[in-house]
């Protein structure tokens, strides 16, 4: 099946260009004409796996490929790991540090929003090696 | 009803094809073809930004001469609240209502009550919960324009309610009815108005069948003529009924004040409102219960039309509204009906999409990507197009080739003369 293709790097030094990736996608995404309710999956799950990106782990890759029917999105980065992974799925669990807080970031929000925007996640972490976030929406004709 | 009519118009002698415009539109709705700018029609929502930049006046905003209300038995006048904010000294809205009815109107009907009547609606609706939260502002026809073709997601949550022009219009036709006995035909209804948008909103309505206004007449236009009539007024009727709270809707905040409520906010200013509607879709707003969103800088006092500087005339809309009562209009239980919305507001998906097919607008990306990597990516202008992506885009669509682009151009020019330069 035909796919379009997008990289983007995330810069981890700064903050204020978190989100431009996620923006980027919804932009093409509208342009094809694709369905509303799959845009605004994308770009929310999106967003929140970007940011988290930029939070703990200095930032790393995004691989988006665009079907008609679906979305493939990676998200791949050399930070930390994510020690228990349980653990951060539950609502309002957060390990974000306090001046990303004041930013009304941190919220423990952003992997179970994730999860409920997607139609499959997974997640791959290694401690001390990185995460690979593998995100999947799907086209549903409303 | 004219699917697209726009209120700004072009007047070709005066445009030399600079790129000023082309820049300056939010949602690069115009191109330069043949040395003029061209609005691509289903993109303009009629901001007025391109006539606000134009530094040869060539972009002007349809509006109505004031001899069209002759056409009419009884004319009517609905004052834009942003009309109180353009006189100096003004401390009594009637010098200005007593000015309009010395320029030849028989009736007049502020506006601003009409909008103390939408801002009581309003606050009714979020009282019993039935709107889809946070609530966006549907007073500003651009805002409302720009969401209809640019976000989807956020159609529903736009305030189902008339513009505060429309309620005046329909209320001044009842009380005017109801006085004379004369029927619609007879009875023109102006707004004074600072804005293009709303002469666009007269023309092709956002979610009702036909608008209750005639025309329109802008306030650069009127303000000579009623300044002087207005210094030589003698007697002052007292005819104004708005209470602060409508007045206050000229300038940005004025309207989400009015809401009462703590969890509002107002931006202004159209890249500061593209920026909020990003933001509310990628659901990062949260908490907010009311949004006003106002394309010019400052609220309707920045309008295009609009004579004063737009901080000047709030300071005036400010000083003015010192001593006015909060609200001088009440909404009778039958009101609500008339003031909802006839249709729903559709999102119109063929604005910036590359094609109906998903398969071809696919096939069509991948093209514009690969073209946009060969532009020079210095989005000059000079192609006729805002950006290089716009240009890869119409290249795309078939409406230019890659050697409007001058860098492109000029390389191909240097290497015929290399070859030529071998032989």
């Known amino acids: 099946m035909s796919s379009i293709h997008l990289h ?18 919804k932009k093409r995404l509208k342009a094809l004409g694709y369905n509303p309710d799959a845009i605004r999956r994308v770009a929310i799950a999106m967003y929140e796996a970007e940011i988290n990106m930029v939070i703990h782990a200095d930032g790393g890759f995004v691989d988006v490929d665009i079907f008609p029917d679906h979305v493939d999105v990676l998200l791949s980065d050399h930070g930390p790991g994510i020690p ?17 807080r004041n930013l009304g970031f941190g919220a423990g929000m952003g992997l179970p929003n994730i999860k409920k925007y997607t139609d499959s996640m997974r997640i791959e972490t290694e401690i001390g090696k990185g995460t690979d976030l593998y995100l999947t929406v799907e086209v549903k004709e409303a | ?18 790129t000023n415009c082309l820049k300056r539109c939010p ?32 972009k002007r905003a349809r509006s109505n001469p004031l001899e069209d209300i002759q056409q009419f038995s009884v004319k009517v006048a609905i004052p834009a609240p942003a009309l109180f904010g353009q006189f100096n000294n003004l401390n009594d809205i009637d010098y200005v209502l007593n000015g309009l009815r010395e320029e030849g109107f028989d009736y007049i009907y502020e506006v601003s009550r009409a909008a103390e009547l939408v801002s009581e609606a309003t606050r009714k ?99 000579p003529s009623l300044t002087s009539k207005m210094e030589k007024l003698k007697v002052i009727d007292p005819i104004a009924k708005s209470g602060l709270l409508g007045v206050g809707w000229a300038t940005s905040g004025g309207e989400a004040a009015a809401m009462l409520g703590e969890k509002y906010l107002a931006a202004d200013g159209i890249e500061n409102v593209i920026r909020v509607l990003e933001e509310l879709e990628d659901e990062h707003i949260r908490d907010i219960d009311f949004i006003e969103l106002n394309a010019c800088s400052g609220g309707c006092v920045g309008g295009v039309l609009a004579v004063e500087n737009p901080y000047v005339a709030q300071a005036r809309i400010q000083n003015l509204r010192k001593y006015m009562p909060v609200s001088l209009n009440h909404m009778r239980d039958e009101d609500m009906e008339r003031m909802i919305w006839e249709n729903e507001l559709e999102y119109n998906a063929s604005s910036f999409r590359l094609s109906d097919d998903i398969f071809e607008a696919m096939d069509m990306m991948e093209k514009m990507e690969e073209i946009e990597k060969n532009l020079p990516g210095l989005d000059c202008g000079s192609c ?21 682009c001058i860098h492109k151009l000029k390389a191909r020019i240097q290497s015929v003369y290399d070859q030529l330069g071998k032989l």
């Open chain 1, 8 to 25: 983007y790097d995330v810069n981890g030094e700064d903050f204020t260009r978190a989100g431009e990736a996620s923006g980027s996608v």
């Open chain 1, 84 to 100: 228990d992974v349980e653990k951060a799925m539950q609502e309002g669990y957060s390990t974000a540090p306090d001046n990303v």
């Open chain 2, 1 to 18: 009803m004219n699917q697209y009519f726009h209120s700004v118009e072009l007047d070709a002698e005066l445009c030399c094809g600079c």
């Open chain 2, 27 to 58: 949602t690069e709705a115009i191109r330069i073809r043949d040395g003029k700018a061209h609005i691509l029609s289903e993109r303009c929502i009629d901001c007025g930004e391109c006539i606000r930049i134009c530094p040869h006046h060539a």
């Open chain 2, 125 to 223: 609706l979020i009282r019993e919960g039935k709107l889809k939260r946070p609530i966006i502002s549907s007073a500003c026809p651009a805002v409302v324009r720009l969401i209809k073709i640019r976000f989807p997601e956020l159609c529903q949550n736009v305030l189902q309610l008339l513009t505060p022009m429309e309620v005046a219009a329909r209320m001044a036709r009842r009380e005017v009815k109801k006085m004379t006995g004369l029927d619609d035909n007879a009875i023109g209804v102006f707004f004074i108005t600072p804005c293009p948008a709303k002469v666009t909103e007269i023309n092709a309505p956002n979610a009702i069948e036909k608008s209750a206004v005639s025309g329109a007449i802008a306030i650069s236009q009127i303000y």
């Open chain 2, 384 to 404: 006729g197009a805002p950006t290089c992506r716009a240009l890869a885009e119409d290249i795309v669509k078939g409406n230019a080739k890659e050697t409007d």
